[in-house]
């Protein structure tokens, strides 16, 4: 299974789908919440690490959806080597 990857920024807050190629339906959704209100340096630093969370929350959605995919025979031997 092949994958399309939407990208958006709506203001200063960037979103990512990531959807069958085939089917369109989306597989993966985030965006990163938005924050107006002025943050004292501990929060800022807080938010950082909630980033950093976020991001690697991000790549292990992606791999258990690999997983899944090979699990149910829908990638082969050659389309993990060809997205490792």
């Not at 085939?22 to 807080?46: H, Y």
Request: aromatic share 8%; charged share 25%.
């Amino acid at each position: 299974m092949t994958y399309r990857i939407n990208t958006t920024f709506k203001g200063p807050n960037p979103s990512l789908q990531v959807c069958d190629a085939t089917s369109g339906s989306v597989r993966l959704a985030w965006q990163r919440p938005r924050r107006t209100d002025p943050l004292s340096e501990e929060q800022q630093v807080l938010l950082a690490l909630q980033r950093e969370e976020a991001v690697h929350d991000l790549f292990r959605r992606l791999f258990l959806l690999t997983t899944e995919q090979y699990l149910k025979g829908e990638l082969g031997e050659r389309d993990l080597a060809s997205r490792g």
